[in-house]
Structures are given as C-alpha cells and as structure tokens.
C-alpha cells in the first residue's frame, strides 16, 4: 500500500530502496553534511569568483575556468593560497600602490556578487532568464562578497544608524531559501527544515521594532488575566489537595510501617531484587545477540542477488550488534556470577588466557575506529603539516623574491586547473546520495554499532594496561625483584600515570612535548619517530612532573591485584554502557515497528535516548580515563623549580603544578560522608585500592560484625580514619579525598570508586542508572 515516487523524479533513482518519508533523519543529517562542506567551500572559493564570471561571459575562451562554477575544498585553497601569495608579492614589488590595485579588485568583486542576486533571490528556484551559477550556500556572498568589497572600492562607512542586524537577518532568510532550493532534496526533511528555518530570519528582518514591542505589551496583558484564572483554579485544587493528601500519606506510612510489609521487604524484595538485577542486562544482550543472528542468518539465505544497498549496510550493522551483544553478555554474566558469589573483588584477569582472549576480541571488534583513527594521525595531520610548511615557505620566497614568485604562481595554478578540468570532463564521477539508499531504521543499527565499536576500542586499551613487563631481549616478565634492581640505577625513577608503567628513566629535558613525535635519523640510516608517550597504554603527559614517582608496593602481587580488579571494573562499567546503547535503543526500533509508528518514529525513539545517552557517558568515560588517584605517598609533588635530576639540563618549559588540586578534607568528602552502605566489603589481608596500605586491624571485625550506621561510624573512629563508600568499598580518609579531588575535575557527578569504578555520589548513581 505505500506510494512509489515516480521514476523520472530527480530525487529517485530507479533501484532505490527507501521512500523519502523514510527517510526523514538521513535526510536531514545529507543536507546537514552538504550546507557544512558548501559553507566551508564557499568561504574559500571566494577569492576565484572573478574567475567564474570570466568563464560565464567568455566560455568559449576559458572553458577551464568552468571547474569553479562548483567550488570544491581543493580548489578553494588553491585559489586563496594563491591570491594571498600574489598579494605578498604585488605588495612588496608596488608598496602604497597596493591600494589602488586592491580597490580595482574590490570592483571585480563586487560585480561578481551583483551578478548572483538574481538568482539568490528568485522567488520560487524556478526557470529564470539570468543563468548565472551562484555559490553553494550564498552566505559568503551576502554576508562578506557583496558588502565589504564595496566599502573598501569606495572608501564608504556605514552611519551608526544603518540596520546592520536587519541585513544579516534577511541574508540568512534568503540563503535558507536558497539552499532549500538547491543544497537539500526536493520535498525532503532537509528542505523543509531550511525553508521554515528562513521564516523567523525573515519575519525578525522586516517587521519594525515597534511592532514586537506592541506585541509585547500586548501578551503581558494577556499573561496577567492567565495568570488570574490560573490563580483561582490552583486555590479551588490546593483547597481539595488540603483535605485528601494527609489521609493518602498517612495511608502510605501506615502501610510501609506494618511489621509484615517491612518483614516482606526484607525477606523477599530485598533477596529477589539483590539476585536478579544483576542478570537482567546479560539476559537481554544475550537476546539481541541470537536475534541479529537470525536476521543475518535471513539475509545470507536470501542471496545477495536480491539484497539492496540498505539491506547490506544493515546486515553489517547487524553483525556488528550481535558480535558485541554476544561478547557482552559473556562479560557481564561472569561478573553478575561473581557477585552472585559474594566476591566483591573479582579477579578474572589474572588468567593470561583470558586477557588475550578478550584483548583480541575487543582489538578485532575496534578496526574500523582503529583504522580511521590512523588515517587522521598517519595521514591528514602529517600532510597538513607538510601543507603548512610549504604554504610557509612559499610565502617568504613570494616576499623575497616576487619578480620570480608572480610568474611560478601564475603557471602553477594554469597546470592544476588544467589537469582538474582534463579530469573532470574525461573520468566525470557518478553523484551519489546517502539519503537515496539508506533508511532511517538502518541509520540507527550503524549509530549503534559505532557506539559499540567505540566502546570495544576503550575495552582494548584498558586491557592494554593489565599487560605485563617483559624484558627486551627475552620477553619474559619481570618480577618485582629485577623492576626494584633496574628502578635503583635511575636518579629519579618515574612510572606511568595511566598504567603504572615502568620504572622510566626521567633524565633530560621535562618538557615532554617538545620532541614528541619527531623524525629522527640513525646512524645506519633509518629513520624513527621521538616517542615521549607510555610504551604499553600510550599515555601522555606533556611535562615529566605529571609522571608520578616510582612505587615499587604497585608492582607487588597484592598492588597488581587491586590494579587488575579495577581494570574489570573499568571494562564491565564500559561494556554495561555499551549494552544499554544497544538494548535500549533497539527495543524502541522493535516498538515502534510493533505499534506502526513508521521507520522515522521509531529512529526518533532510538536516538532519543542515544543523543543523551552518548553526552553522558562522555563525561563519565573522561573522569574513568583519567589516571587512578595517588595518596600523599604516591603523588607527584608540586613543582619547585628546581632542574630534575640527570645529566641535561632543563629547557626552561613551565612546570605544571601538582597532579591534586589543594582541597580541604571537608570539601573533598562532602559527597560520601553522607553515604551509609548495608555493607563494608572488607576480609582479613586486604588493602586500600589507592595507597596499596594496610587498614587497621581492627577494621576486618568491624565490617564482618557491624552493618549499616554502626559500622560507618565505628571505622571513621579508627586511627588512621576509614570511610566507606556508596558501593561498600573502604578507603582511608586521605586517600579518599584524594579519589574525589580526581574525580572533581571532570564532575562531581562522576567521582567513582577507586577500585570497583561504581558512582560515589547520589547524582552519579542515577546517571548510571540509566545510561551506564
């Protein structure tokens, strides 16, 4: 029953797979794409817009001139680069003639933009005598091209008086109707978001001020008599509120304080609550793991004689769900298995087989983020660079020499302009639109995969760090005899803040950033790349201050215990996250299937939740991210100044200060004091998750034989004092408000627990409720 589009539209090719009404967030996210790229093309196209008017009104002269009718981003930067060295280079060679040359530039145009307003401003986009190509958005146009150039041509100021705000406001409202019209396909979202986005531009724009303040007046009046009626309707249901609400709470107290509703609580909600929560997501993880199997299962049966473009890419997004749904609920069915247990400090991974298990799992399922994530550090920053090197040193050739710059320029530009129109009228490229092949549902499935993809690439990492140290030549891991014996040797050791790493040689320059990542030469000829970042986690600090003093207690069996338990923590908090993005977002797919929503419906459902879900959990990942809190002990002390120790001498960078911000205690707990755990999680032998110290003997009884407010109390009386948080895990008290000063720079909301990385704060807990 849904209606095809016919053929011959421009919008529907004959293999599409989607109507448009399906389409409705892919489409506007194309035409958030195309005003992006055209806006940044536009801006840097201006400078060779005289030259699309040579083209138009001479074609048969310079047909390759007809490349900048479409701008393009390449082309863009060629040309401004190119004004801004023949600019130099006039500059140098006529000095204060350069003005006038500017002005008679100025002429050409101002021109040009004179020439587009006919069709910026046509009505309806319809046929009109004046073919003349415009820019791609207009904003450059009528916001830079046509004012600026006549001010300066003529030497013109604006009078105080002259409405500046009302031009950009009718600008805007006509280039929104403008790229409706041309950016944006016809009849889609993206063309109707730009053209009712122009209506507010154009109705602020035209009407007086006075007007809006009649208008003004006008609702104020209207508010008051509201406000009156609104008064006497809440008076009448504040009266009726008056009278029912005492008997409904004491109803509600009564009930909650009967001796068999408080013994039912207890005895049954309590246990049953405490037992099945934990088994709830790995359920459902589990669920949609053998549900994108099935599908996937379908699709292969079917051939791929019959699947479309849409049908593949949701079939790789499927695949991508059901991998990460199926390793996830592994994962977090052993953790709710340990909890089941009553092992609250679960230390799966100090079984080699399982960290290289779940480490080539993870570093397989993250390829694809891997893999973009070189081709913008091997590849975009390192051309940029060497952009920016040539850009620079052809500008001070171009002021130098600008006899020899003027004509090297000139033939430069006719050869590129000359092989990109060879190019585009002999190999021209098929136009390709997302929005024709791809269908709102099948958006949502890749978001979500990519949320998984992501999260499997901070798994990887975190499994990185639990790695041992090997020796160089016999890849054999050291013990924590052989670290201690290399750590002497060094003037001052320092291990990595992220992973405990080391003991590092801190000798030389402090400033870490300086060589980073530079090419070196060796004596054989090789070349290598300068390296200042850890070794195993990649962590990096841009002053050797920030690397924290060698702790060889790190390194004992009891160190790496905590730091391997925190390391689960870690990745079942991310893959928790994960399945709720997963979970969450596909039932809302399935209910709006089931209830008949439509495909547009249902994708709103879904990024509904994700869209938060994705600013949350930003905010969290970065405070897990951070390096572990250090106590007093372990922390980097503040900067005196003084030149480290080594045989270099210090370049002189600014020392940061220390790793802790100077908080008092009472600040720095005032977001757990108040918590009362049911239980302190605490045996005999074990020892802080921060300061790697014993707690005091008599701490072991208190948390086996108190509960509640009584063993709070009675562990804050201990010497040194002991405080328990939310999660039920002890710290001292110092190393707590060490814990929450790191937890404090990205937000309270996510101060977590040192060792299990559960919230520590109220506002946290409900966060991670819902998204983590």
Known sequence: GAKVAPLNSPLVAPTRVCSKMSNLFVDTAVTVQRVLHSGLSDVLCMSSRPLVMLNTFFPENYPSLSIFRSGGIFLGIMSTGSLTLMSASLGVLLKEGILKLGRLVAHAYYLEAIAQLPGLLRPFGGAVPWHYPCSGTGLATLLFQLPFPLLFAWNIRLPSAFPTDRYVLLALATCCRFMSATLADAGGAGSRILYWLAVPFLVFGVIPKQVWLLIGKFAEKCARIAGRVLSNISSGVYAILHLVLPKIRDFVVATLQHPFTQAFYNRVVVPLWSMSTPWVLPAMTAAIAVTCGAAVKEKVAAGSATLGQDTLLLGLGQVFCGVTAALSSSVLASHAG???????????????????????????????????????????????????????????????????????????????????????????????????????????????????????????????????????????????????????????PRMCGSCNFGPVDSRGCSDLAAHHGEVTAGRGGGRGRVSNACPRCGWFARSASLWPRWDSSIHTSAGRAVFRQRAWSEMVLVLRAASKALVIPTAMLHLG??????????????????????????????????????????????????????????????????????????????????????????????????????????????????????????LRSLMPPVVALRCGHPLHAECAESAVAAGARSSNQHVRCPLCREPATVAGAASARMFS
């Open 593 to 714: 299937k089931a209830l008949g929503l439509g495909p547009s419906v249902s994708t709103y459902l879904a990024l509904s939740y994700l869209l938060p879900w994705a600013v949350e959990n930003a905010k969290a990942m970065s405070a897990l991210m951070a390096p572990p809190p250090r106590s007093a002990r372990t922390a980097v002390p503040e900067a005196s100044g003084a030149p480290p120790a080594g045989d270099d001498a210090d370049c002189g960078a600014e020392r940061p200060q220390g790793a802790l911000p100077n908080i008092t205690e009472s600040e720095a707990l005032r977001n757990i004091l108040s918590a009362v755990p049911d239980r302190v999680f605490l045996a005999g032998g074990e020892v802080c998750s921060v300061c790697l110290d014993a707690f005091p003997e008599e701490a072991p009884d208190i948390a086996t034989f108190q509960r509640g407010a009584d063993a709070v109390q009675a």
């Open 338 to 492: 340990y909890q089941l247990l009553g092992r609250q400090r679960a230390d799966p991974l100090r079984q080699p087989q399982v960290v290289a298990t779940l480490g080539g799992l993870a570093h397989t399922i993250s390829v694809p983020w891997r893999l973009a994530r070189w081709l913008i550090t091997t590849v975009t920053a390192p051309v940029a660079r060497i952009f920016g090197k040539f850009f620079a040193h052809a500008f001070k050739f171009a002021v130098t020499v600008p006899v020899l710059s003027i004509p090297l320029v000139l033939l430069t530009n006719v050869m590129v302009i000359r092989a990109v129109y060879f190019r585009q009228t002999q190999f021209p490229l098929p136009s390709f639109s997302l929005s024709q092949v791809v269908a709102d549902p099948t958006f949502a499935v890749l978001l979500i995969a990519g949320s998984q993809i992501l999260a499997y690439s901070m798994v990887s990492n975190i499994l990185t760090k639990v790695q041992s140290v090997r020796h160089v030549a016999t890849g054999s891991a050291l013990s924590e005899e052989e670290l201690v014996d290399i750590a002497v040797t060094m003037a001052e």
